[in-house]
């Protein structure tokens, strides 16, 4: 496939994935939006053109794996995943509803091609690492994908796993980082400031690449660039809430659902 072609694709894709994330939080009247529409450009291009899965068979032992490490952005993911054929469409509107397999943070042992139930913040990297260890014992050729927020790397267990990453040469490990520099009540650098942020995964023993995190070309060669005897750190720069005007770069829609007309002028938008 062309770049072109796949980049009209993924984008033709992610529209759908947004649209489906507004109707989703719209019935639940619960979901962290901004959130899910940063990230959704960033898992439509893993889902769609990188990573080695089977939605016919998803414990297929030669998958890659891939762990969203900020779990309360389980809208995206799972209307990726039905999108991609691992769960029902339908499935999608039951979301956050009394006793729906789509829980606010998604389970391994409820929906498939789940890999790791997150939800507390910096535990999705260090399983990551457990993971790529694991195919480098095993001698598979498996790889592994965490995505974090950015937000969540104040969590310290997210570096004692990039320095155990480093420390192994994990070049079968891919760490993204959503960088849409909001968290929950205020920008990250008021909060707890990450920058120089390439610089610490860098001396932690990182390949680290910094993209604009809603370029699907650049998404695309980030992810399967060859980084040999190194985990490789993406710095993807995005926009929270992306594809919506009223929504994005604005610090209260990290959880917050929109009204009955904000969900009609968003739909519009993302048509």
Not at 261 to 271: D, G, I, K, N, W
């Amino acid at each position: 496939m062309s770049a072109e072609a796949r980049a009209r694709l993924l984008g033709d894709t992610a529209r759908q994935v947004r649209r489906s994330i507004v109707g989703m939080i719209d019935a639940a009247k619960a979901g962290h939006i901004g959130g899910d529409l940063s990230v959704t450009d960033i898992l439509t291009t893993l889902y769609f053109s990188v990573l080695r899965i089977d939605p016919a068979n998803p414990e297929w032992a030669e998958r890659d794996r891939f762990i969203l490490s900020k779990g309360h952005c389980a809208a995206a993911l799972y209307s990726v995943l039905a999108q991609r054929g691992f769960i029902d469409p339908d499935l999608l509107q039951t979301f956050m509803k009394p006793l729906s397999v789509l829980n606010g943070h998604p389970n391994r042992r409820k929906v498939a091609g789940v890999e790791a139930n997150t939800g507390p913040l910096g535990h999705g990297l260090p399983i990551g690492v457990g993971s790529a260890i694991a195919s480098k014992l095993s001698g598979s050729g498996w790889r592994t994908f965490v995505v974090l927020g950015d937000g969540e790397l104040q969590e310290g267990s997210n570096w004692e796993a990039a320095m155990a990453a480093g420390h192994r040469g994990l070049d079968n490990l891919v760490a993204i980082v959503d960088r849409n520099r909001l968290q929950q009540g205020a920008r990250t650098e008021d909060t707890n400031r990450l920058d120089p942020l390439a610089d610490k995964w860098t001396a932690f023993g990182w390949d680290t690449v910094e993209i604009d995190g809603h370029d699907y070309d650049a998404l695309y060669e980030a992810f399967t660039a060859p980084h040999p005897g190194k985990p490789r750190c993406v710095i993807a720069n995005t926009t929270k809430g992306k594809g919506v005007s009223f929504i994005e770069d604005r610090v209260e829609w990290h959880h917050k659902v929109p009204s009955p007309e904000q969900v009609v002028l968003a739909l519009q938008e993302l048509s």
